[in-house]
């Protein structure tokens, strides 16, 4: 009987798992059958599909993605090296290529993939959606359009699976029905008809994430607006006259930090935030505090190696003194006043409270802050002189590859992933720093507002009505957009509800990926990974270099299929 294996969804995460599946072919049985089933691009899936908008970026260098093992990969499989995206394209490594190049690229790995597998393996693409899964001597995927394929192996590997509408949210799309404003609810800006949301109109905006950059861009470039650089290298924008005027806020009230330039790393091995901190400790706040201590670490270690002239005390011995105390301790700041004279090489703690800590007469001074705010996280993104506020990114990856690679998380360090997220995006998961000088030039243009922090949006009449801690007066619109992705929710989709059992999750066993049952049983033959599962939650991207959770996750998944692929069949 031949050998069938299911994947079903063909981004970046089903994509690494058939390159590894490839490297690991010689443990393929002999006439296997794989059938990759997503209804967007194979390779790139929906979030890097090639038709949107060529405006849309990514927001990372292109010399920091890969879909390759490197001989930092710490994994059993063959180590496969292959081009990263600067490589593949010939863009700069520095360059921050559109989603359009990134899905090419991932197109272009997915078909190295199919190439690299054995001629007695066969692959089969299904453009359509997996709809249900049920099991039997053989587990049936049905399939939209109404194929049935009999697996032995089923792989789910989907990405952001869309979330649930909340009471409050659908409060919100009732109330823009009866007085005839808009709501747009949490979803991906793209994939959104913002035509509904008329020119010169005000809309509140929630959210200063990565969704409210792509929004404040397809909304102004996208409606036939320019970006123009004078010659000291200002930025300035010319409105089409069809743009809204969008007034954002958050709970934090800042837009998300750049992605910084970062500086060589020497040595990624944690510090403070280690496996073995991981193991031992008992409470949340014990892994923060060590979290947040290998971030300032980082950006001081940093500090003190490429920038010693601006130091004034000996490394070894400001670290002696750094490890005795805890960063939010005044003992801590007398101690970098010490070492450090100049104010502005200090330690952003901006991750740990907003830097947004005042109010404000009204906009135009808010306006006014935020363009300082901007310009001075662009310079530090940007300007090597502070290249120790970008190395904090560094601390970031090492307590965030930490927290991947922890193979059972105990209570304490799931409590703490969960509080350690709420930075982890501003710091770490910003635009490219030219993003955060366009809405600079949209703010002096008039076409952005900002409403500050702790935003709540409530209804006044016919209006939605933004308060802030930051603005003595609310501000009110007709139209409402909430500028973030939705929480992921498994019981939102047809495939994955009768898995989650109740949950917004699909449980399963955090050391071999296997769907858990009802009772906590592990499905031996059926397997997830991906953002709407209890575990393998990672991201599209992993650096090279870094020996990423990404790759040892996939070239273990992968070599766990195989051997099931290989067993006898009625074993099977």
Not at 31 to 59: F, K, T, Y
Not at 267 to 275: G, K, L, M, Q, V
Not at 293 to 307: C, K, N
């Amino acid at each position: 009987m031949t050998a069938v294996l299911a994947v079903i969804g063909a981004g970046p995460r089903g994509t690494g798992l058939l390159e590894r599946l490839a490297a690991n072919a010689s443990l393929l049985p002999s006439g296997c059958e794989i059938h990759v089933i997503d209804p967007h691009p194979a390779g790139a899936g929906r979030v890097w599909r090639p038709d949107q908008s060529p405006l849309m970026l990514m927001n990372s260098r292109a010399a920091d993605v890969t879909m390759f093992t490197d001989d930092s990969v710490r994994c059993t499989g063959p180590i496969t090296p292959g081009p990263t995206l600067a490589e593949w394209s010939g863009l700069s490594p520095d360059a921050f290529p559109t989603r359009r190049q990134g899905g090419a690229y991932l197109r272009w790995c997915f078909d190295r993939a199919v190439r690299a597998l054995p001629s007695h393996a066969s692959v089969v693409v299904h453009r359509t959606s997996a709809v249900a899964l049920s099991d039997g001597p053989r587990q049936t995927v049905a399939l939209a359009d109404g194929t049935r394929v009999v697996a032995d192996v089923v792989v789910l590997a989907q990405g952001n699976v869309g979330g649930h509408r909340t009471p409050e949210q659908q409060a919100h799309e009732d109330f823009a029905a009866r007085t005839g404003g808009t709501y747009l609810p949490p979803s991906c800006p793209g994939d959104e008809d913002l035509d509904r949301l008329p020119a010169s109109e005000p809309v509140l905006v929630s959210g200063m994430g990565l969704a409210f950059v792509d929004l404040a861009v397809l909304l102004t470039e996208g409606r036939g607006g320019r970006f123009t650089r004078d010659r000291d290298g200002a930025l300035t924008y010319r409105p089409s006259g069809r743009e809204p005027v969008l007034h954002a806020g958050s709970r934090r009230g800042v837009p998300y930090l750049p992605k910084p330039l970062l500086p060589p790393l020497a040595d990624p091995a944690p510090r403070f935030f280690t496996p073995e901190l991981l193991d031992r400790a008992t409470t949340p706040g014990e892994l923060v505090g060590a979290a947040c201590r290998e971030l300032v670490w980082a950006h001081y270690r940093e500090l003190f190696a490429t920038h010693a002239s601006r130091t004034r005390m000996p490394w070894d011995a400001f670290a002696a003194e750094f490890a005795a105390v805890p960063v939010t301790a005044p003992a801590f700041a007398d101690l970098v006043t010490a070492a450090v004279p100049d104010p502005a090489d200090h330690a952003a703690m901006g991750f740990l409270r907003s830097p947004l800590d005042r109010s404000f007469d009204g906009q135009p001074a808010l306006n006014s802050w935020m363009c300082t705010h901007i310009g001075r996280a662009v310079a530090r993104a940007t300007d090597p002189r502070h290249s120790a506020h970008a190395a904090v990114l560094h601390g970031l990856l090492t307590v965030s590859e930490t927290l991947e690679g922890l193979r059972t998380p105990n209570p304490a360090a799931a409590r703490a992933s969960r509080v350690l997220s709420t930075f982890a995006a501003y710091l770490g998961s910003g635009p490219p720093p030219h993003r955060l000088e366009q809405l600079q030039a949209l703010t002096q243009a008039g076409v952005l507002h900002f409403l500050g922090a702790g935003l709540r949006v409530e209804h006044s009449g016919d209006f939605f009505s933004a308060h802030t801690a930051s603005l003595p007066s609310p501000v009110t619109a007709r139209h409402f957009v909430e500028a973030r992705l939705p929480d992921p929710d498994a019981r939102m989709h047809p495939l994955l509800t009768p898995l989650a059992h109740n949950r917004t999750r699909v449980p399963v066993d955090p050391d071999t990926f296997q769907v858990l049952g009802q009772e906590g049983d592990a499905h031996p033959h059926r397997l997830a990974l991906g953002l709407f599962a209890g575990g393998g939650a990672l991201g599209a991207f992993s650096r090279p270099g870094r020996n990423a959770p990404f790759f040892r996750q996939n070239d273990d998944t992968a070599r766990r299929v195989l051997t099931e692929l290989s067993s006898p069949a009625g074993t099977r």
